[in-house]
């Protein structure tokens, strides 16, 4: 079965530093996102791509985050300089449509912790 | 703003039925889906409903009144990997899911 997948893993960094997230998704899907979870509390929306560009994002995804599909599999979240408060499981989605209600598929997350 | 309220847990016996309600206030709607996460695993969908009724799939069933601004996940003959977290989410006019805080499920033998 298709499935979306993420590297790393796990991602340890030092505050002020850059990290990129990266995803594979689900090949013949067309839209992607990237949520976040601070452990312990709810899923959060940043960002939703389509067709090369930003298509909807959220407050929390401000100047610092940036989104790239720099290939035809990969999809990227760079977070330009990490701050404590970034330290989440983060976690990219792909689905075939943009109804609303299609199915969001998730891949794994990646643990990101800013020291 | 926008809110979604769900219990924080709920706790049932295996073979039980339990009903995870979410109620909802937010600016747009179009539907409300229900996501499965196992101990901060992936997220994976559960079901969606857009109009008002009961939709079934299996063991678990989610009813909506957009009127009441409500609807639930209801999760017949548990079994222990039902235990989870269950988390009601809004789909507005984009492609966001809005998430509540989710709810634990604890089953137990």
């Known amino acids: 079965e298709p499935e979306v997948t993420q590297t790393p893993s796990h991602q340890v960094t030092q505050m002020g530093q850059e990290v990129i997230l990266r995803c594979v998704p689900i090949?013949?899907?067309?839209?992607f996102y990237w949520y976040r979870q601070i452990l312990g509390q709810k899923v959060e929306f940043l960002v939703s791509?389509?067709?090369?560009?930003?298509?909807?994002k959220s407050e929390i995804f401000d100047d610092q985050f940036s989104v790239e599909r720099p290939d035809g599999s990969n999809f990227t979240l760079k977070i330009r300089s990490t701050k404590l408060e970034d330290s989440a499981m983060y976690f990219c989605a792909s689905s075939e449509s943009r109804l609303a209600g299609t199915e969001q598929y998730f891949g794994p997350g990646t643990r990101l912790t800013v020291t | 703003g926008q809110s979604l309220e769900q219990p924080s847990e709920v706790t049932a016996v295996e073979g039980a039925i339990v009903q995870i309600n979410c109620t909802y206030q937010t600016s747009g709607f179009y539907g409300l889906s229900w996501y499965q996460q196992h101990d901060g695993g992936a997220p994976t969908f559960l079901s969606y409903?857009?109009?008002?009724g009961l939709e079934e799939t299996g063991r678990f069933s989610s009813f909506l009144s957009r009127s009441d601004s409500y609807g639930y996940l209801l999760l017949q003959e548990l079994q222990m990997k039902d235990s989870a977290s269950y988390f009601c989410a809004v789909s507005q006019a984009g492609t966001a899911l809005i998430f509540g805080k989710g709810t634990t499920l604890s089953v137990s033998s």
């Open positions: 791509f389509y067709n090369n560009e930003i298509s909807e």
């Open positions: 409903n857009a109009l008002d």
């Open positions: 090949s013949n899907h067309l839209y």
